[in-house]
């Protein structure tokens, strides 16, 4: 689903004007042959490799968005581990001239089943990487994989 019912009603009343919304990254990590692997989609609008990530519905608890998203982009069952960082996005502006600016909650996730595939139309490509043969990202999903593999105790923080 790419844009949420919720936010098309918000913009029919508010235009353009920035949104302040929740979003849910969910890096989903597995043991692979040769070390830990991460789930990345590639997205269909962009082209761009990011971790899965989508927007909390209105009521939604993000570590359930997490998983929800991760099963309708990638057809892949996780479970959230626990949350590394909750941090602010930078304000992004589409196309149109919508503006939008998340608090961003993001989880490592553990795999539990699935073969990854693009199951809903928002990503073209997704698949497990191994640590040392990702893609390349933007900095900022490249940041949210090193704060999820690193797994320190405490949440970060901004």
Known sequence: MPTPEFILALREKVGTTRLWLSGATAVVVRDGTEGEEVLLVRRADNGEWTPVAGIVDPGEQPHLTAVREVAEEADVI?????????????????????????????????????????????????????????????????????????????????
């Open 78 to 158: 996780a479970e959230v581990e626990r949350l590394v960082w909750l941090t602010v996005s930078d304000v992004i502006t589409y196309g149109n001239g919508d503006e939008t600016q998340y608090i961003d909650h993001v989880f490592r996730c553990r795999w539990l089943s699935g073969v990854p595939y693009p199951a809903d139309g928002e990503a073209s490509e997704a698949a497990f990487f191994g640590v040392d043969a990702m893609p390349s990202m933007s900095p900022r999903h490249t940041e949210q994989v090193r704060v999820a593999l690193a797994d320190e105790p405490e949440t970060r923080l901004g």
